[in-house]
Nanobody
Framework: QPQLVESGGGLVQPGGSLRLSCKFSGFTLPNYAIGWFRQAPGKEREGVLCISGSGARTKYAASVEGRFTISRDNAKNTQYLQMNGLKSEDTGVYYC???????????????????WGQGTQVTVSS
């Protein structure tokens, strides 16, 4: 059973940076896409960015393009979400999720992911 655990959230001032981690187990990367999502209070969960199992394809939400990047350490089974230029509207609970994808792409729809971490809170405020 795939498992994912996020960490690295916290309080940061506008314009600051954070790096979130997603440590995963129970699956092998080439067959699983991983996505990052967030949910602000009173709002629906939205896709932030995702990466295909091979790492060759990524997709970014327009609101974060140019500010957020994704990377991974295969030896540590860990994905990273680097967030720069944070804004108050980036506040929310951030989740990583994974699902089997044999078509070598990733999507930003939460409905396409079955396996989720518990989330980590990110608050951007002065």
């Amino acid at each position: 059973q795939p498992q994912l655990v996020e960490s690295g959230g916290g309080l940061v001032q506008p314009g600051g940076s954070l790096r979130l981690s997603c440590k995963f187990s129970g699956f092998t990367l080439p067959n699983y896409a991983i996505g990052w999502f967030r949910q602000a209070p009173g709002k629906e969960r939205e896709g932030v960015l995702c990466i295909s199992g091979s790492g060759a394809r990524t997709k970014y939400a327009a609101s974060v393009e140019g500010r957020f990047t994704i990377s991974r350490d295969n030896a540590k089974n860990t994905q990273y979400l680097q967030m720069n230029g944070l804004k108050s509207e980036d506040t929310g609970v951030y989740y990583c999720a994974a699902d089997l994808r044999l078509d070598s792409i990733c999507v930003l729809s939460p409905n396409e992911y079955r396996y989720w971490g518990q989330g980590t809170q990110v608050t951007v405020s002065s």
